[in-house]
């Protein structure tokens, strides 16, 4: 589904990424684990488009298609979706808007029809219990004045609602309380399937308790300097990072 | 995203550049007191205002034109302007819409505003002016049945003379200042409004300005005076066709609001702002003030701006009577090379007074704009108190926001709030939105939406959707 290969990734003049290869297929959930400054966010910004990243070497494609050739909105509307560790406010547009205004793009995008306000009501209510979320949520202005937590909640309600191929989602267990991060691993948890596949982007082992992952990836320095299963992320929480570095080289 | 694009997303053209090709009787240019008799008489109007017009005149050829504004224009020559402009036939006006010139007409249809359709369907009456005669009023007679006078200010000073003498110019003296004293002596239209005590306006008042025949400035001249306990909403639009020189408006609307009386005037400007260069637009001095001359009376203007090349504009509220309240909700957008300094000013004479201003600014392509506004606390404003917000949002970086707020507070019991942002649009949010799969153009549609709330929730109903589809078109390409 996602082939990145060799990705060398510069921002202003410094080099982030140094050869970074990562395959995903359809079904899977990979854990991108890694120190401080690793480069694990700059993956998941250059595969969505974020301005400031240069791509020196190396090529991302999913499904088949070049990913670097497409504009930020296209690579959603072909099933990439985003999950930010410190979601934006916008100030004055309620999150239903933003909500139907993203779904419809996307819908019309596949050559799909807008969706009905009834079918969207009875979708958006869904996940709002699915998220134990207060209805009031869709009335409020996107991100604004939300806790840490209601923020997190409510990039996996776009998650749930977008229903993307491919979710990464950075650190979205960064500022979560316990409960709070159940709730939001059942939701990260509901999309797995077949056909889809989630990236977690994460510093912690005890995520991966909820969301248990098919792989798990150690990125240091710019480069995945090891590869395993579910395993290998309590591993790093017993030796942490510098076990692993020295071990690798 | 990268300056050139940005760029290029804020070029956009005007959509309402058309000119109707209808005659007119319009006077060769230059102003002298020959010019001012010829507008008088064909306006039929009596002795006394000729008098008061010429009185004007006069003071105004002792004043200079301000220069204190953040504005860059060249001087404007006012000898070269044509003070009078009307369709054919003045004294031969339609009495229904089947009589209006089927081309005037199509012309509303261009712009949106299906006249009949829109009165209809809406229940507005519609004085709408057409260069400088009125060409179809509606909906006279449910007013008059309210006992409520809608018409022409041409109509008014024939027909309502003792009111006018007592209101003309006492909110807006003459020699207010240079660009109303100009009005005051020239000033060809507008409307009159007059809702008497105790009553309710049945429907929202709305006027629709164009400026047509090429070179003629265009001096409205609005009165509205809402006696004890009466309210009433009024609606000014105004859209503009492209031209190459430019169009000089000064108008002047005085708002009279007597013991409880609340006027509410909402406008939405859309005049031709000039092309990328800055050529061809209108300049717009516009003195608004309105006296909120009794007890617990308020007034509440809301505006959206988004045309002209130049706009010196600052709606006003003299807070005279005890326990009165003035509004002042805005939004101005500036784009390509237009330049905008508005405001408002907010005096409190009265005890117990309060104000509200919320103005918010976007400033897009190499446009400037400043907020210049006043919040004045008199000795005897016991307890008064106001609050400002003012926003200003940029997009792309050869653009400019400034703000210039002036505080006199001689009362120290008054509470004076003033909270003021700027920022540029968010890369962050752009890419927020665009990463949901939502084009660039809708995203900054969203947001500059967003950003106006505040002010597009005061606007009446049918206004905030226009509001709303006339901020894409002015952003468009820039804010979708």
């Known amino acids: 589904m996602l082939e990145v290969k060799d990705l060398h990734v510069t921002v202003e003049g410094n080099e982030i990424l140094k050869g970074l290869s990562l395959s995903i297929k359809a079904g899977e959930v990979h854990a991108l684990m890694g120190p401080n400054g690793a480069g694990k966010s700059t993956l998941s910004a250059v595969i969505a488009g974020k301005d400031g990243?240069?791509?020196?070497?190396?090529?991302?494609?999913?499904?088949?298609?070049?990913?670097?050739?497409?504009?930020?909105?296209?690579?959603?509307?072909?099933?990439?979706?985003?999950?930010?560790?410190?979601?934006?406010?916008?100030?004055?547009?309620?999150?239903?808007?933003?909500?139907?205004?993203?779904?419809?793009?996307?819908?019309?995008?596949?050559?799909?029809?807008?969706?009905?306000?009834?079918?969207?009501?009875?979708?958006?209510?869904?996940?709002?219990?699915?998220?134990?979320?207060?209805?009031?949520?869709?009335?409020?202005?996107?991100n604004e004045g939300f806790s840490g937590g209601e923020k997190k909640r409510n990039e996996i309600l776009q998650m749930l609602v977008l229903q993307p191929k491919l979710a990464m989602l950075d650190e979205i267990d960064s500022g979560l309380d316990i409960d709070a991060m159940k709730v939001v691993a059942d939701g990260v948890n509901s999309l797995r399937d077949q056909e889809r596949a989630i990236l977690l982007v994460t510093h912690y082992q005890r995520l991966l308790d909820y969301i248990v992952p098919d792989k798990v990836h150690v990125l240091v320095d710019g480069r995945i300097v090891k590869s395993g299963d579910a395993e290998l992320a309590k591993e790093l929480e017993a030796n942490g990072y510098e076990g692993i570095e020295e071990s690798a080289a | 995203m990268a300056t050139e694009e940005m760029e290029q997303l804020v070029r956009r053209e005007y959509k309402e550049g058309f000119v109707t090709d209808i005659e007119s009787d319009t006077l060769p240019p230059g102003l002298d007191e020959n010019t001012i008799a010829f507008i008088s008489q064909k306006k039929g109007e009596p002795e006394w205002m000729l008098e008061w017009r010429l009185d004007a005149y006069r003071q105004w050829l002792k004043m200079k034109e301000p220069s204190w504004a953040h504005l860059n224009y060249p001087p404007?020559?006012?000898?070269?302007?044509?003070?009078?402009?009307?369709?054919?036939?003045?004294?031969?006006?339609?009495?229904?819409?089947?009589?209006?010139?089927?081309?005037?007409?199509?012309?509303?249809?261009?712009?949106?505003?299906?006249?009949?359709?829109?009165?209809?369907?809406?229940?507005?009456?519609?004085?709408?002016?057409?260069?400088?005669?009125?060409?179809?009023?509606?909906?006279?007679?449910?007013?008059?049945?309210?006992?409520?006078?809608?018409?022409?200010?041409?109509?008014?000073?024939?027909d309502y003379p003792e009111l006018i003498k007592e209101y003309l110019g006492t909110v807006v003296p003459k020699n207010d200042n240079y660009f109303a004293a100009l009005n005051s002596a020239v000033f060809t239209d507008g409307s009159f409004v007059f809702v008497p005590k105790g009553v309710k306006c049945p429907m929202e008042l709305s006027t629709y300005f164009r400026i047509n025949a090429a070179n003629t400035g265009q001096f409205e001249r609005t009165l509205i005076v809402c006696e004890s306990g009466a309210e009433v909403s009024y609606l000014e639009?105004?859209?503009?066709?492209?031209?190459?020189?430019?169009q000089l408006h000064a108008a002047v609307v005085e708002i009279v609001a007597l013991d409880d009386a609340y006027i509410k005037y909402s406008t939405v400007q859309n005049w031709y702002p000039g092309d990328e260069d800055g050529k061809g637009g209108i300049y717009n001095f516009v003195t608004k003030r309105g006296d909120c001359r009794g007890d617990r009376s308020r007034i509440s203007w809301t505006q959206v701006e988004t045309g002209s090349a130049i706009t010196w504009k600052y709606p006003s509220c003299m807070l005279r009577g005890k326990?009165?309240?003035?509004?002042?909700?805005?939004?101005?957008?500036?784009?390509?090379?237009?330049?905008?300094?508005?405001?408002?000013?907010?005096?409190?004479?009265?005890?117990?007074?309060?104000?509200?201003?919320?103005?918010?600014?976007?400033?897009?392509?190499?446009?400037?704009?400043?907020?210049?506004?006043?919040?004045?606390?008199?000795?005897?404003?016991?307890?008064?108190?106001?609050?400002?917000?003012?926003?200003?949002?940029l997009i792309g970086d050869t653009c400019g926001a400034h703000t210039f707020p002036y505080q006199e507070i001689n009362n120290s019991t008054a509470t004076v709030e003033h909270e003021a942002t700027t920022s540029k649009i968010g890369e962050d949010q752009l890419f927020y939105c665009q990463s949901r799969g939502i084009t660039e153009e809708d995203a900054v549609s969203m947001i500059v939406n967003g950003f106006c709330k505040d002010v597009f929730q005061e606007l009446p109903m049918e206004f905030a959707v226009e509001a709303e589809a006339l901020l894409n078109v002015t952003l468009e390409g820039a804010v979708g």
């Open chain 1, 53 to 142: 990243y240069e791509v020196t070497q190396g090529s991302i494609t999913f499904e088949g298609k070049d990913v670097l050739e497409m504009e930020i909105e296209e690579r959603a509307q072909a099933g990439l979706l985003l999950g930010f560790q410190y979601p934006v406010e916008i100030p004055g547009v309620k999150n239903i808007y933003l909500l139907k205004a993203a779904l419809n793009a996307q819908r019309v995008a596949r050559g799909e029809s807008e969706i009905p306000a009834p079918e969207f009501m009875k979708l958006i209510k869904e996940q709002l219990n699915f998220m134990k979320m207060d209805p009031s949520f869709l009335q409020r202005a996107v």
């Open chain 2, 76 to 158: 404007i020559d006012y000898q070269s302007i044509s003070y009078f402009s009307a369709p054919k036939r003045p004294e031969d006006r339609p009495q229904s819409l089947d009589e209006v010139d089927p081309k005037l007409l199509e012309t509303y249809e261009k712009l949106g505003i299906p006249l009949h359709e829109r009165a209809a369907l809406a229940g507005v009456a519609v004085d709408a002016v057409f260069d400088s005669v009125s060409v179809a009023t509606t909906f006279k007679e449910t007013l008059s049945e309210a006992g409520v006078i809608f018409c022409s200010i041409s109509e008014a000073v024939r």
């Open chain 2, 237 to 246: 639009g105004c859209t503009a066709p492209m031209r190459d020189e430019n």
């Open chain 2, 323 to 393: 326990d009165s309240i003035g509004e002042f909700y805005s939004v101005a957008v500036t784009n390509g090379r237009q330049q905008a300094d508005t405001g408002t000013k907010m005096i409190h004479i009265g005890e117990g007074t309060r104000s509200y201003i919320v103005a918010k600014g976007i400033s897009a392509g190499k446009s400037d704009q400043s907020y210049r506004g006043l919040v004045k606390i008199g000795p005897r404003a016991k307890g008064a108190r106001n609050f400002t917000q003012c926003d200003s949002l």
